[in-house]
């Protein structure tokens, strides 16, 4: 039977009006808990749609961009005392709609608010410098430029939180923004436009379109009228906005997968690494781009460590997200889950030994969801699959290593470059890992999944496009920088 949660249709946000796409066509978001549970249906807009939004973003620019940095600023406290009003109510939406549990939407939700004021307050802050002129009698300066209307693109597995880092710069800045979120959280997308529209932004500031990437998303990719694309997603789509973007030279950012490794020293505390690597590899059921996956072990301690390990994931409770005993909720969709089996199937084929999981959920509640086991392999080795493509669910792969350098040979052995890991108590470990990993993010003595909003966030090799979020990093992608001089 089809439970439907909230049957609601919820439209595109064009101009300040929520409003139907023109095809009238809809589709349902499930919950991946319950696939027979509708959470809501999005609208399959066109491009007809699109070029509304990107009209009306483009008009309210040119006032956007006129108001004082600070009156900015207001309207984004405004929006994160509303998203905060609605956070239990927006964290539900989003555990519903692609599985994390309540607990994890609530942090990421909170995350957001937190985002909305870091931002606010950046529209107190200094923007240019000052430099000294070869003519004593001018003044030279640099100031900074809004992009224009920037295409917002974003994923299905932080809903909340990635949309706004950057949708909460774009404005700051001066920019207007037209965003398409991922269809499978659309709904959860749907409310958040729900707070800026509560929290009074002019109409045409922010618009959602939402839709197929094939039409909406790469409809953004082709506008002659969108003049930035931030996106965050896989690395195939994330070439296409690329390439796209170059070649109608519109400004762009990327920021794609990861293969992140955790390297367990022989000098570890090993019950620390345990806990990092659990909660870095499997929260969110396995799916952030900053997840562990390669757990690269010095050899001395690999029995101990696995053995710890072992005894904690057998303890993991699956289940749905909103049940408050529940550690790991599903897979956020059904092809993500197909996704996970069959790297799983390549896994064993290609001669890694499964230790744990490996199957899909079965019993009582979990039968209509998307649910895996959590899944350990060992003697995982550089040139298997498992061990080089982002699998995006709950797996690990053990890997043994006899000396520090080949440890960070194999944490290097990757084609992304996204965070990286590593315990141990020995400083010279921590300043050659530092040195030596090609990673954005890295992270001594901590899971490799953990990100501070007001610090730089991107990857390096293919993880990204090699610019950085977040903090205060963000201008720079937001803006372009104006040289100005000035003579009396
Ligand atoms: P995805 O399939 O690439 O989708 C991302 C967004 O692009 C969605 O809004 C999608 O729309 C849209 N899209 C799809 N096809 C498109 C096209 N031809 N042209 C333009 N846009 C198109 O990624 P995902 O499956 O949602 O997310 C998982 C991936 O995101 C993983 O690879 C993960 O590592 C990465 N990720 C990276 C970061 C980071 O910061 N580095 C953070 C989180 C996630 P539809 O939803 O309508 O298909
Ligand atoms: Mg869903």
């Known amino acids: 039977m089809t439970v439907k949660a909230e049957s609601k249709t919820y439209e595109n946000y064009i101009n300040g009006e929520w409003q139907a796409a023109s095809s009238h066509e809809t589709q349902a978001s499930i919950n991946p808990a319950n696939k027979n549970e509708i959470v809501g249906y999005l609208s399959l807009s066109t491009k007809e749609d699109l070029d509304q939004a990107v009209s009306a973003a483009k008009k309210a620019q040119i006032s956007w961009r006129k108001l004082s940095a600070p009156a900015r600023g207001e309207f984004l406290y405004k929006v994160a005392n509303v998203l905060e009003a609605r956070l239990d109510e927006v964290a539900e939406t989003m555990t519903k709609e692609m599985g994390k549990t309540f607990q994890e939407a609530k942090g990421e939700t909170s995350r957001g608010i937190s985002i909305l004021r870091y931002y606010a307050g950046e529209g107190m802050r200094q923007v240019g410098d000052v430099i000294p002129s070869t003519d004593s009698e001018a003044l030279m300066f640099t100031s900074r430029a809004p992009l224009g209307v920037v295409g917002v693109i974003t994923p299905w597995n932080f809903p909340v939180a990635i949309p706004i880092w950057k949708m909460a710069p774009a404005l700051i800045y001066g920019n207007t923004v037209v965003f398409k979120p991922a269809s499978e959280t659309a709904v959860t997308a749907a409310k958040v436009i729900e707070c800026f529209h509560e929290a009074g932004l002019p109409a045409g500031v922010i618009n959602m379109v939402t839709g197929s990437g094939s039409e909406i998303g790469q409809g953004i990719i082709d506008h002659p009228y969108i003049n930035g694309i931030t996106f965050t997603g896989s690395d195939g789509v994330g070439k296409r906005v690329g390439q796209g973007a170059f070649a109608r030279g519109a400004k762009y950012q990327l920021e794609m997968g990861g293969k992140n490794p955790v390297i367990v020293a022989e000098d570890a505390d090993l019950d620390q690494a345990v806990e990092a690597t659990i909660s870095g590899g499997l929260r969110s059921t396995g799916q952030k781009c900053t997840a562990t996956s390669r757990v ?152 490799s999944a953990g990100v501070e909003l007001q610090a730089p966030f991107g990857g390096m090799k293919k993880s990204s496009s090699l610019s950085r979020e977040q903090g205060q990093a963000a201008i720079e992608f937001f803006t372009n920088i104006k040289t100005v001089f000035v003579k009396g």
């Not at 969709?333 to 001669?351: D, F, M, R």
């Not at 350098?405 to 108590?425: K, P, Q, R």
């Not at 020995?426 to 990993?437: A, D, G, P």
């Open 296 to 447: 690269i072990i010095q050899r001395a301690v690999y029995d101990e460590f696995k053995e710890k390990l072992l005894t904690k994931v057998r303890e993991i409770k699956v289940g749905q997200g909103l049940d408050g005993e529940t550690w790991m909720g599903p897979c956020a969709s059904e092809s993500q889950l197909n996704t996970v089996l069959s790297y799983i199937e390549k896994g064993k084929a290609e001669g890694a030994v499964l230790l744990h999981g490996g199957r899909k959920c079965e019993g009582p509640g979990l039968e209509d969801g998307f649910f895996v086991e959590p899944t350990v392999f060992e003697n995982v080795e550089s040139s298997m699959t498992i061990a080089q493509e982002e699998i995006f669910g709950p797996v690990l792969a053990l890997m043994k290593v006899d000396t520090m350098e080949e440890a960070i040979e194999v944490a290097n052995d990757v084609e992304f470059g996204l965070s990286a890991s590593i315990f141990t108590t020995n400083i010279q470990k921590m300043l050659s890992f530092i040195n030596e990993i090609d990673a954005g993010l890295v992270r001594i003595n901590a899971e």
